[in-house]
């Protein structure tokens, strides 16, 4: 089922659990949470709403608070789906007008992302899944979990494909700021390819 592109205007961010003592544990741990703050930072710029969440905050804390200044609202949680703690409702509460894009990243990949992101697909939204603001422990564990979003209906998608599709033109007022984050990014991991393949 094709998605087609990105609407700035429809989507909803969903940033799942970057907190401080799971993030050292995560491969590639500050390419993840570069990117998801990057993401999170972008939508607050397109005024998209960005949710956060915290799994267990007393024992792994709080969302990193680069994330969490950004958020409108952040869930606490101790299911590994955030939908059985709330998630739903928040998102009806932000964005009342229901948004038809999810744009989703977290960790672990595996575990919590994906429990909440099949509950989501459940509920009828379209999800992105942005797989390089996304980790877990182990490469296998990451990669299986994609393959499994994406064969659940998912659209698995890298950062830069989600920016440009809100941008749309070169002449949006935020292209220029957006573009020079965007290049501050190492080369590697502005494609997504070497945590995809």
């Known amino acids: 089922m094709g998605m087609g592109l990105i609407e700035a205007r429809s989507s909803v961010v969903v940033t799942i659990d970057h907190q401080a003592k799971l993030m050292p544990a995560i491969h590639r741990a ?3 949470i570069s990117d998801a703050i990057l993401l999170a930072e972008t939508a607050k710029l397109f005024a998209i709403p960005v949710i956060g969440t915290e799994h267990n905050p007393e024992k792994l804390g709080q969302l990193d608070c680069r994330i969490r200044r950004h958020c409108d609202a952040v869930v606490s949680k101790k299911h590994f789906d955030a939908c059985a703690d709330g998630l739903l409702s928040t998102i009806a509460m932000i964005a009342p007008a229901t948004p038809s894009e999810l744009i989703v990243c977290g960790c672990e990949t595996h575990v919590c992302l994906l429990q909440t992101a099949l509950s989501l697909l459940a509920a009828g939204y379209r999800l ?3 797989a390089s603001a996304c980790g877990s422990r182990s ?3 990451f990669h299986l979990a ?3 979003l ?4 998912a659209s698995i998608v890298n950062l830069e494909m989600v920016l440009f599709e809100w941008l ?3 002449d949006h007022p935020h292209f220029r700021r957006v573009l020079a984050r965007i290049k501050a990014r190492p080369v590697d991991r502005r494609s997504g390819e070497d945590r995809l393949s």
């Open 146 to 148: 994609l393959k499994r």
């Open 168 to 170: 749309r033109t070169c």
């Open 128 to 130: 992105r899944v942005v």
């Open 150 to 153: 994406d064969a659940s209906g």
């Open 30 to 32: 500050d390419d993840v």
């Open 139 to 141: 490469t296998d564990d």
